[in-house]
């Protein structure tokens, strides 16, 4: 069974930063590749960034706030998330694809976490 949690999330003001974190743990983490997804209330789910398991990333476009990162010795996945904005308010999720390929749909995922909340007010 692949499990899959996020943690890091919370309530931010604008301009201030978070690290996000995703722990895989019941698979073959170091194969596989991971991605991040959001989704804000009343809309749906969007891309955020993923990697592959060379280490190869996909971010938004190329003037993102945000960096994803992996470690695999910790089968672990970052989120960092600068300049965060009120837009920026979702729940956040970690996914893992059973491919060495990353891919920006959210279709190609095969596990997904609970998510964890960010908020960005003042």
């Known amino acids: 069974q692949v499990q899959v949690v996020e943690s890091g999330g919370g309530l931010v003001q604008p301009g201030e930063s978070l690290r996000l974190s995703c722990v895989v743990s019941?698979?073959?983490?170091?194969?596989?590749?991971m991605g991040w997804f959001r989704q804000a209330p009343g809309k749906e789910r969007e891309f955020v960034a993923a990697?592959?398991?060379?280490?190869?990333t996909l971010p938004r476009n190329g003037k993102d706030r945000f960096t994803i990162s992996r470690d695999n010795a910790k089968n672990t996945i970052y989120l960092q998330m600068d300049s965060l904005q009120p837009e920026d308010t979702a729940v956040y999720y970690c996914?893992?694809?059973?491919?060495?390929?990353?891919?920006?749909?959210?279709?190609?995922?095969?596990?997904w976490g609970q998510g964890t909340r960010v908020t960005v007010s003042s």
């Open positions: 990697i592959s398991w060379a280490g190869n």
């Open positions: 019941g698979g073959t983490f170091n194969d596989n590749s």
């Open positions: 996914a893992v694809r059973e491919s060495p390929h990353y891919s920006g749909e959210a279709w190609d995922y095969d596990y």
